[in-house]
């Protein structure tokens, strides 16, 4: 039997912090977890650990270490909260707003989180994302049989 788009189950996480938008944590197709994209915010508030935003709203400093292991964090919160685990994330999509200045704190730390698995990868520059963020993870995990 294969899957489908009528077999996807939608999923949501408790722990990972509430989309900005009309869209699941996560979409389990089959054997596959697709997560939507996963930054670095805490749940229940609209903290985003490593941003300092001015009175206005717009970013005076950030942290990309700290947006990182964040936003680590709530992948795996996803993945674990729906069946899966860490070792089995076969894909990562990465977007960074700042290649020149953030890429290689990342991708020392990402190196230090994959050190027994390491998914395929490919990371991108954009100028901005939704929210005032730093990075964000679109994963691709297995799911146990």
């Known amino acids: 039997m294969t899957a489908d788009a009528t077999d996807a189950k939608s999923m949501m996480s408790r722990n990972a912090p509430e989309p900005v938008g009309a869209y699941p944590h996560a979409k389990r197709v089959g054997n596959l977890l697709f997560l939507s994209g996963v930054g670095p915010r805490e749940r229940g508030s609209k903290k985003i650990p490593g941003v300092t935003l001015d009175d206005d709203g717009n970013i005076v400093a950030y942290d990309i270490?700290?947006?990182c292991h964040?936003?680590?964090k709530n992948v795996r919160?996803?993945?674990e909260e729906a069946g899966?685990?860490?070792e089995n994330i076969?894909?990562?999509t990465?977007?960074?707003t700042n290649m020149k200045d953030d890429?290689?704190?990342?991708n020392r730390?990402?190196?230090?989180?994959?050190k027994t698995n390491q998914p395929a990868r490919t990371t991108l520059e954009i100028n901005c994302l939704p929210t005032p963020i730093a990075i964000e993870l679109k994963v691709i995990a297995t799911m146990p049989t």
């Open 65 to 67: 270490e700290a947006q």
């Open 70 to 72: 964040s936003v680590f």
């Open 77 to 79: 919160s996803v993945v």
């Open 84 to 86: 899966s685990s860490w």
């Open 90 to 92: 076969v894909d990562v």
């Open 94 to 96: 990465v977007f960074l």
């Open 103 to 106: 890429f290689a704190a990342y």
């Open 109 to 114: 730390l990402y190196a230090d989180y994959f």
